[in-house]
């Protein structure tokens, strides 16, 4: 039993990483709440680990302390109400609405109901969920929302540590990812110490900025920052683990388009003839856009057409925005029919396409340096 | 003492106004009452969850049924039957009237909430596999749910009045 | 039926009407408070649970007649006293509501539980502030069962002489006299109703929340 609650500390010490976690020996493990950091666990007794955190499970021995102060000496209440908590199904209270959910982690450290209702109801906007949101019960939310609120509750209480166990992975993939992004983007505005827990590589690969993977049986594999677990893979689990995808995975890692040099795109407008499309058209595609100049889809000129309308336009191209991962232009370029990945800014609006050509050359170059630098 | 004294006394346990043959009585009610009472109460019950149909009205009929006070109903009946009959059948049948009105409801409602909690993939199951709707009922439903009816079955408590001679 | 009697008879049936109400609703609320802790107390046994809840049922099967008979020997109160009824009803309500109470705990979901103990609630609490709110639905659903019952329950004691409308059977067995059983069943069904949609009324005040109100 003893081995199996140290190894268990060390998943938790290791989940963290070096600057806020570290485990000074194999029983004893610390947890600084003093920098943000993201720490993903995934894989084997993940759970467990994580409820060993705020006592949901008593290890029976080692230690584990947050901010010098080890938590079995604690009161369980008090240690419990400084660590923010997100579950699976995010475990709202049914009989309370929206405001009083994310309230309650207020309420229950001390703070009067008004300002909690005040706190929550900024919460709510925070996390992406309008005012109207604020009187429903959890049952009038979609599962989405409800972990979005379910968020925003473990925040109500301005922890400094929290632990999210699986917390997107109820949800369906189209949800899922806009949770993700609405996560990042919250944890650059608030900077809390998050442990999360996944069974999911890449949400562990875009989420965290130390991954730890646990062996079945709960033994640590590897831990390191998403970029080493791909380049520089332990041993054979974790290269299985990360997955046969991982030359393409790396693209995430591996700059941004804003390297790529962009070719400015001739455009056609909805309601234009075919002769000004043809007259526009570098080829047999030429690209839609709307009166903002955002990309609507691609024309094909070898299709009979006298006007170019929005439900004759091919759509099976993906857009990259600016400043986003080279994979997503690379998936642009890839799934473009023309061949040409469409770029746009941070407003949607179009910047010019990349071929296929430019970005393996960015690639190449960028190739020799980058998998150098992952090397330790 | 005396307690003990009228529990040993075998005098009190014989003949025909004796403690055995009292609890035979008492058993003899119980059972012909369950009979009754399943075979009127379990088939409703059956319908409405098999079908979804009638299901307001089986509840407040329940609910009805069970606010009817029995020994009232009893009173009228005895009434109502005396003129009926001569013998002993004149107090037993508004006796098993009563106790079948109280022990339908329970039945019902068991039986019903029973088969509608029946998981409906393990229906569907059955249905694909070409079981026919009503063989489907006892195939598939009824096993799974014969447990739920009969525990209230056995929460029926028939509440014994004094023999009026 | 004989209507000149019942408007002779008005002020005395109106008598027994109250009593008939006193009597079954105070031993419910009673049973309420009792089967509350209770109801936890068999939630919370683990595996000892069926048997606290077989245990409580089976109070239910004491005939009532001999139950109104023996309390007195019990209590030491005099035989037409009410409390007895009380007493016994109180029994009767409570072996109903301690099952329901248990059951009532049991629907609610254990990742509720998980993420109120996580948030730091302390056990008291959790119970006040999530169990028993989320039980409410659960507990009305048993609780108009216990109440309706109760009323039907109630008239037996007319048979040791608590008043209430179960003495207007007794008179009218006495007297072969259809009108006052009549009366007597139709105000007991009467308040039945009103006392059914009593705690309808409260159990949807009580859950807001609940869907099945919408």
């Known amino acids: ?376 | 003492m005396r307690f003990f004294g009228y529990l040993f006394d075998p005098e009190k346990w014989g003949g025909p106004e004796g403690i055995l043959a009292l609890c035979g009585q008492h058993l003899g009610y119980t059972l012909v009452t369950l009979m009754i009472a399943g075979a009127i109460g379990f088939p409703f019950g059956v319908y409405v969850g098999h079908t979804g149909r009638g299901v307001t009205l089986v509840a407040g009929l329940a609910n009805a049924l069970r606010a009817l006070p029995s020994l009232g109903l009893l009173v009228l009946l005895v009434i109502l039957c005396g003129p009926l009959f001569t013998s002993d059948l004149a107090f037993a049948v508004p006796s098993l009237i009563v106790l079948v009105l109280l022990a339908v409801p329970p039945i019902m409602t068991t039986t019903y909430a029973g088969i509608a909690a029946v998981d409906p993939a393990a229906v569907d199951a059955a249905r694909g596999m070409a079981i026919g709707r009503s063989a489907s009922s006892f195939m598939s439903k009824f096993p799974a749910r014969c447990r739920s009816s009969f525990p209230a079955c056995g929460m029926q408590r028939c509440r014994s009045y004094p023999r009026r001679r | 039926m004989n209507l000149d009697w019942i408007i002779a008879e008005a002020g005395t049936i109106g008598t027994l009407f109250l009593w008939h109400f006193g009597l079954s609703v105070v031993p419910v609320l009673l049973s309420l408070v009792l089967a509350i802790p209770l109801g936890w107390l068999a939630h919370r046994s683990g595996f000892m649970r069926p048997f606290w809840l077989g245990l409580a049922g089976l109070f239910y099967t004491i005939p009532s007649l001999a139950l109104f008979v023996l309390l007195p020997l019990v209590l030491h109160t005099r035989i037409l006293d009410p409390i007895n009824v009380v007493v016994a009803l109180t029994i009767y309500a409570l072996a109903m509501l301690v099952r329901t109470v248990a059951d009532g705990l049991s629907t609610v979901s254990p990742e509720t539980l998980q993420a109120a103990t996580a948030m730091g609630y302390r056990p008291a609490a959790r119970f006040l502030r999530v169990e028993l709110p989320l039980a409410v639905p659960a507990i009305t659903a048993g609780l108009r069962v216990a109440v309706v019952s109760n009323v039907s329950i109630v008239s037996i004691a007319a048979l040791i002489g608590t008043p209430q409308l179960g003495s207007l059977f007794t008179q009218g067995l006495q007297l072969r006299f259809l009108t006052p059983i009549v009366t007597g069943i139709v105000l007991c069904i009467v308040l039945a109703a009103l006392l059914d949609l009593a705690v309808v009324w409260a159990g949807f005040r009580l859950s807001p929340w609940n869907r099945s109100n919408k």
């Not at chain 1, 894989?43 to 949901?56: D, G, Q």
């Not at chain 1, 019960?137 to 979005?148: D, E, K, M, N, T």
């Not at chain 1, 989420?207 to 033994?219: C, I, K, P, S, Y």
Request: hydrophobic share 45%.
């Open chain 1, 1 to 376: 039993m003893k081995a199996i609650v140290a190894k268990r500390l060390a998943e938790v010490a290791a989940a963290l990483g070096g600057a806020s976690a570290r485990a000074t020996s194999a029983r004893k493990v610390a947890i600084g709440s003093d920098c943000s950091s993201q720490g993903i666990i995934i894989w084997n007794a993940k759970t467990t680990s994580l409820r060993m955190i705020n006592r949901l499970i008593t290890p029976s021995s080692g230690s584990i302390s947050i901010d010098g102060e080890p938590t079995e000496k604690m009161d369980v209440v008090k240690l419990r109400r400084r660590i923010g908590y997100v579950i699976q199904h995010a475990g709202l209270f049914p009989h309370r609405t929206v405001v009083e959910n994310i309230a309650t982690t207020a309420r229950l450290s001390g703070v009067t109901r008004p300002k909690a209702l005040a706190t929550a109801r900024e919460l709510l906007d925070r996390v992406g969920l309008g005012g109207e949101f604020a009187n429903r019960y959890p049952w009038q939310l979609s599962g989405g929302q409800q972990q979005r609120v379910g968020v925003a509750r473990a925040l109500a209480s301005d922890p400094q540590l929290m632990l999210m166990d699986e917390p997107f992975s109820a949800v369906d993939p189209v949800v899922r990812t806009q949770l993700q992004d609405e996560f990042l983007r919250l944890q650059r505005d608030i900077g809390k110490t998050i442990i999360m827990v996944t069974h999911d590589i890449d949400e562990a690969l875009k989420l965290g900025n130390q991954v730890a993977m646990l062996r079945t049986g709960g033994t640590l594999a590897q831990v390191a920052t998403p970029r080493q677990l791909l380049a520089q893979p332990a041993d054979n689990f974790v290269a299985d683990f990360v997955g046969r995808d991982r030359g393409y995975r790396f693209l995430g890692f591996a700059g941004t388009a804003d390297a790529v040099r962009l070719v400015s795109e001739p455009t056609v407008r909805l309601g234009a003839t075919v002769d000004e499309a043809k007259a526009a058209a570098l080829g047999r595609w030429v690209l839609a856009v709307d009166d903002h100049e955002r990309p609507l889809g691609w024309v094909d000129l070898d299709r009979p057409f006298t006007h170019v309308r929005q439900d004759g336009l091919n759509l099976s191209g993906t857009l990259s925005a600016q400043g986003e991962p080279l994979r997503a232009l690379l998936d642009a370029v890839l799934s473009a029919p023309s061949g040409r990945g469409v770029v746009t800014d941070a407003d949607g609006r179009l910047l010019g396409t990349a071929t296929l050509a430019s970005v393996s050359s960015v690639l190449e170059d960028g190739r020799s340096r980058d998998w150098a630098e992952a090397q330790p």
